[in-house]
DNA sequence: TCAAAATGTGACCATGCGGCCAAAAACCAG
DNA sequence: CTGGTTTTTGGCCGCATGGTCACATTTTGA
């Protein structure tokens, strides 16, 4: 019988632990991104899983713990799958034109996630206040867009600039369009934005 | 006694249901932002507002149309205030740059309004899956921003672009940063952004 | 002034939720 | 095969929630 509080993680997980929270995390998205988040109960998750509700309760320690899983999830996915694609590049022009290119490919193939990303935002501080660890969220994705810029300007590919501050519009500009073509698919048109935020940093950055 | 299905409106409100409804919006407001969308129940904002739980049931068809009010709210207060100062400019750069300037005033100083706006995102077709409510909210937005860039080609200050598409970018500008410092706050400095915004969309629409 | 309407109260209720557990089943090493 | 371990099941429990109601209080208007 394992014990109700985990003992630090003994042993690796064994292969149907891992199989079974995966499949758990990907059913959650789905079913949150379908009914919302008060919405989907643990029933609802378990029940569109297949599943009996206990299984949840046996592989995550509480709700709130699955839904800290979705999150790491969530961004883990799309972080891996962008800076895939930039690394592939070797100027800082294509690299930054291929981050912006990157990430609204992905939204765009990958509605679910962020529809559930969105109705998640809200939990983020719900366990004990923790304001502090959205910081932790979005911090990785302005560090690397400013990596990408400043190896731009050391090698006068770009120009001189504040590179956080600028990180932090482009940044925002994804996704506040992401955020409306969530709450309104047909009004956004996601690839006509794509090119002109890729335009339109180009020449804000580019060395003349 | 008032019946269950409230007759239509049948007189205008009454002084004190406008008063109680306004307080209670606001107290909800207040609650959300401290405690989150699920930590906030009718029971606690009823106290926080210091009245029975009762009467918000009174004055409320229920939890969703409180959220309703809430969000309707929200949206009025930030759309008459940015509205009013655009108002008063003339010209249609100085119209833009208004625009995104007091968009960044308004987010600084009314932090839990846009705590609670995340917060509720999720929430937003809860009732009947209407995704579709969705777009009517943001909509307005694009809609203001279109209108100054039209009016500012048609009299030859602004260079021909798709002002549609540029607007749907402005205002995911905005959004996407706010979001980060909803997130964030320490991360993020608002007034930088809207500087380089207004700078940056200046530029992009300014003809030569 | 006073009855009727509007508003507020606090207790109550049904419901659904997250979490728990004992027993069954599946899995696996020896 | 076998005994121990992991995993799953399905039902149960306590609790908090949104909503309701009979009654108290205040406001209104003639």
Redesign the interface.
Known sequence: MRPKTRPLRSTRPSFIEAARRQQIVETAIATIAAR????ASLADIAQDAGISKGVISYHFAGRAALIQAILDEILAQSHTYIMDRVARRRRAADKLAEYIRASFDFIGTHRPNFVTW?????????PEQR?RY??R???PC?MAIATILSAGQRNKEFKPF?AR??S??I??????????WI??P????LR??SR??RA?FD??TRAA
Do not use: F, H, K
């Open positions: 919302g988040l008060e919405g969105l109705n998640l935002w809200g939990s983020l501080r719900s304001t959205n910081a969220l979005y911090e302005r504040p501050e600028l932090v519009v940044q925002g500009a994804i996704d506040g369009i992401m955020l409306q709450l309104d047909a009004g956004i048109d006509a934005a002109r935020l339109l020449w804000q």
